[in-house]
């Protein structure tokens, strides 16, 4: 089977290909077109690809495209190792939602403070991308419901590992919904990261992306 070229085969919502279309994205990376239609299906994801590759849109176009807005508590989920990149995900979403009105993003990291969290929290949100200590925080203390979760996206992964975030990490996978479908996203494949897959993720797909492919 020949893959999609363009973003409109790619069953997008309309809000989300408007979107595309203003940041002028032409066609596809290869990560993306691996990726969507997988995600869209709801199906798991294990993606080997590198920044640069498109790997964020390759998550954020399918999910949001699946996300009901009508929904207040945060139903996507994106765990990332530094404030840095929480912040380039959580810009990403705003820009690929510009035009689904009422949506909510929130990064959350430490070191940020707490009482603004809590109040976007309390409010509602749609996405949350956070760093995992302050996700965890955020459980512990019942700020951070994920009841409803329905898509989480570890980005980054052999980068949080190598951070020392991994337990932290499988005790927020222990701690969503056991139905939620899973995306992980690392540049390479230690051993540890390969058992996250093995035990969190339910038949998934694996995208290897060559690092010189980037968009
Ligand atoms: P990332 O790998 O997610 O860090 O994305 C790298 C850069 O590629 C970002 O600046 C994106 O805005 C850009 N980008 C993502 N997808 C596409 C695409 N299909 N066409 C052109 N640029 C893109």
């Not at 893959?3 to 032409?26: C, H, M, N, R």
């Not at 052999?158 to 020392?164: I, P, S, T």
Request: overall charge neutral.
């Amino acid at each position: 089977m020949s893959e999609p070229i363009l973003f409109t085969d790619l069953a997008l919502s309309e809000p989300v290909l408007k979107a595309i279309q203003a940041v002028g994205y032409e066609v596809p990376s290869p990560i993306q077109a691996a990726a969507i239609p997988v995600l869209l299906q709801g199906g798991d994801i294990l993606g080997m690809a590198q920044t640069g590759t498109g790997k964020t849109a390759a998550f954020a176009l399918p999910l949001l495209s699946k996300l009901d807005v009508k929904q207040n508590d945060p139903q996507i989920l994106v765990l990332a190792p530094t404030r840095e990149l929480a912040i380039q995900v959580a810009e990403a979403f705003q820009k690929y939602a510009a035009h689904i009105p009422g949506f909510h993003v929130l990064p959350i990291y430490g070191g940020q403070d707490m009482t603004s969290q809590l109040r976007q929290l309390k409010r509602g949100v749609h996405v949350v991308v956070g760093t995992p200590g302050r996700v965890m925080d955020h459980l512990r203390r019942g700020s951070l419901n994920l009841n409803n979760l329905k898509s989480l996206v570890l980005d980054e992964a052999d980068e949080m590992l190598r951070m020392g975030f991994i337990d932290d990490v499988e005790w927020i996978l222990e701690h969503t919904p056991a139905t939620r479908q899973t995306a992980l996203f690392s540049a390479t494949m230690p051993r540890e990261i390969r058992k996250v897959c093995d035990n969190y993720l339910r038949d998934a797909k694996e995208i290897k992306i060559a690092s010189t492919q980037s968009t």
